[in-house]
């Protein structure tokens, strides 16, 4: 079985970036589903990877939010 793996980076501004590694097709956009609803944000972008083209079995999103889990902020 091949490694599967999903890099997360957490820029200072707040601005997350997740690959997936090691998902060919469209699964990997299942595969981050989870995330995508865990951070509550807006997809601002998508990029797929050479492996989103292989056959059956990733791609990059870029999650921009407030980072606050409540509604409104506190300024």
């Known amino acids: 079985m091949r490694k599967q793996d999903i890099e997360i980076?957490?820029?200072p501004n707040g601005e997350v970036t997740f690959?997936?590694?090691g998902?060919?097709?469209g699964s990997c956009l299942d595969e981050t589903k989870f995330l995508e609803q865990a951070l509550?944000?807006?997809v601002?972008?998508?990029q797929k990877t050479g492996?989103?083209?292989?056959?059956s079995e990733g791609y990059v999103s870029t999650w921009a939010?407030?980072?606050?889990?409540?509604?409104?902020?506190?300024e």
Request: charged letters at 25%; zero cysteines.
């Open 9 to 11: 980076v957490i820029a």
């Open 19 to 21: 690959t997936v590694k």
């Open 23 to 25: 998902v060919k097709g």
């Open 40 to 42: 509550g944000g807006a």
């Open 44 to 46: 601002i972008d998508q």
């Open 51 to 55: 492996e989103y083209y292989e056959q």
């Open 65 to 74: 939010g407030d980072g606050n889990p409540g509604e409104g902020s506190s």
